[in-house]
């Protein structure tokens, strides 16, 4: 068997938050669409899914033309079959995570993020799949009191915590 292992950058719009993961059936596109307008509804978002059957369409939903064409690019990028995109504006990923994780058809999630983002794909003769994903930068060091206390006025302030 010849497998090759390659990175694949991802580059999608400023002050967005991407999910990237894995999924099984057609109807994904639309579910994730109604997970996301019920539960966050001010959300600005696009939703794209590529079969890996069939016709092998990317799939595609939302209420952000820009960020559904965002979608479309990263799936490109990506080139596997069976894995889905969602770019969020005016919500954050732990707004809908659990939800999207609740729907039928979602098998994994690889990374949710608004960080530099690199997919590890592998090749082979069939097709491309992920391998997983490097998302963001390695650690700098360890917080201090001052940066603890950052981070919990930063929590207060966006209303994550009281």
């Keep these: 068997m010849n497998v090759e292992i390659h990175d694949v950058q991802i580059e999608y719009p400023e002050g967005c938050n991407i999910i990237i ?16 307008a019920t539960t966050v509804p001010q959300a600005r978002f696009g939703v794209a899914f590529t079969e890996a059957s069939g016709p092998c ?3 595609t939903e939302g209420n952000d033309e820009e960020l559904v064409q ?3 690019q990263v799936l490109n990028a990506i080139g596997a079959g069976h894995v889905f995109c969602v770019l969020l504006r005016d919500a954050y990923p732990i707004n809908v995570l ?9 098998c994994h999630i690889y990374c949710a993020t608004a960080n530099p983002l690199q997919v590890i794909v592998a090749s082979t003769l069939q097709g491309w799949g992920i391998l997983g994903v490097i998302d963001g930068l390695p650690p700098k060091g360890v917080e ?3 940066d603890r206390q950052e981070r919990r006025d930063l929590l ?6 009281r």
């Design 144 to 146: 201090t009191d001052e």
């Design 21 to 36: 993961g894995q999924t099984h059936f057609i109807k994904t596109a639309e579910d994730l669409y109604e997970v996301i």
């Design 98 to 106: 659990n939800q999207i994780k609740n729907c039928p058809e979602v």
């Design 57 to 59: 369409l990317i799939r």
């Design 70 to 72: 965002g979608c479309v």
């Design 156 to 161: 207060r302030r966006i209303g994550y915590k």
